[in-house]
């Protein structure tokens, strides 16, 4: 599949202070490829450098050194360009405070370039998508966060682009306002056939929303892969719960085919193996030879959140960093 984005070791300092003495390294050599048409999540700690990035592949900032490519532009070469293709929504919105909803959206539809019917059609038909209807003649100052938020998402999809990005799109909001932002990206995703770059430092917002996860810490990409490679790869697999009577043979349990590692409390044993669907049934014949009696079985998966864990401990040291 054709690459929408491309980055080749791409570095960022900044410099403060008298002359610029101080010196931040933000980034450290930073190479990404993203798929059309894939939602591509970086997620970070705080600090990371994962605004630092997106602002430099939306060629708002430039890199250091390194190469990058933008739907087949050159991002250093042809910025104006990129710009008329992409759009970007970030989760710290910031519009002019005294300008309502509707106006705010028809100021940006005049800087990309919208006219007459055809803006005020796109207009109304993103209000309808945000259900911003109760909150178009709303000046920005007077919005909540979430109805903030709506709004700079509406406003990113004004020019139609090919590739948006989206920069920590539900910081702040409460939980119930954070599932629908991001029902909502998925569904726009999925119709519009966008490529997206996510960044986050909430684990289940990039379970739920990416096709491909890298883990950025202190500038640097740890790993790249889906949610269920990067379990793997810290030997976190599924998690089968068994509740049960009678008595279970560690001993056995400790040598079957992929148990990675096991915990008995009172009458529920709780098994990480490598596949539990490809397990299962060897368990459970293992455990009723051994004289237990099964009473209910449930098989779930790791958390992403653990995974993140211990990558951020950096447990990766002696890891590769390949897809």
Not at 122 to 138: G, P, R, S, V, Y
Not at 191 to 219: P, Q
Not at 244 to 273: M, P, Q, S, W
Request: aromatic residues 6%; proline residues 2%.
């Amino acid at each position: 599949m054709a690459l929408a984005i491309k980055a080749e070791g791409i570095f960022k300092t900044f410099r403060s202070g008298w002359w610029g003495r101080k010196q931040k390294l933000v980034l450290k050599g930073i190479d990404l490829q993203i798929e059309t048409g894939e939602i591509f999540g970086v997620l970070g700690p705080n600090g990371a450098g994962k605004t630092t990035l997106v602002s430099i592949l939306s060629t708002l900032l430039i890199p250091d050194q390194g190469k990058i490519q933008i739907l087949g532009f050159d991002g250093l070469q042809d910025g104006q360009r990129i710009r008329e293709k992409v759009n970007i929504s970030s989760g710290n919105a910031n519009f002019l405070w005294s300008l309502t909803v509707q106006e705010n959206l028809h100021l940006y539809g005049m800087l990309y370039g919208l006219t007459g019917h055809r803006r005020e059609e796109k207009i109304k038909a993103l209000i309808q998508l945000f259900n911003l209807e109760e909150h178009q003649d709303t000046t920005f100052d007077r919005l909540s966060t979430g109805m903030k938020q709506r709004l700079s998402l509406a406003k990113s999809l004004l020019n139609d682009p090919a590739v948006l990005f989206l920069d920590e799109p539900t910081v702040g909001l409460d939980p119930s306002v954070s599932i629908m932002i991001r029902e909502q990206i998925r569904m726009i995703q999925k119709e519009r056939e966008m490529t997206v770059l996510l960044t986050t430092h909430n684990m289940k917002e990039a379970e739920f929303l990416c096709h491909r996860i890298a883990f950025l810490k202190e500038g640097e990409i740890l790993t790249t892969g889906t949610a269920e490679t990067l379990k793997r790869m810290v030997r976190m697999g599924d998690l089968v719960k068994i509740e049960f009577k009678g008595t279970i043979l560690e001993d056995e349990l400790l040598r079957a085919d992929g148990v990675i590692n096991y915990g008995i409390t009172g009458n529920l044993c709780e098994i990480i193996v490598d596949d539990g669907e490809r397990r299962l049934g060897n368990l459970i014949a293992l455990l009723s030879q051994g004289g237990a009696q099964i009473k209910k079985v449930t098989l779930g998966q790791t958390d992403l959140e653990d995974v993140f864990i211990e990558f951020a401990k950096g447990t990766d040291s002696n890891m590769g960093g390949g897809d």
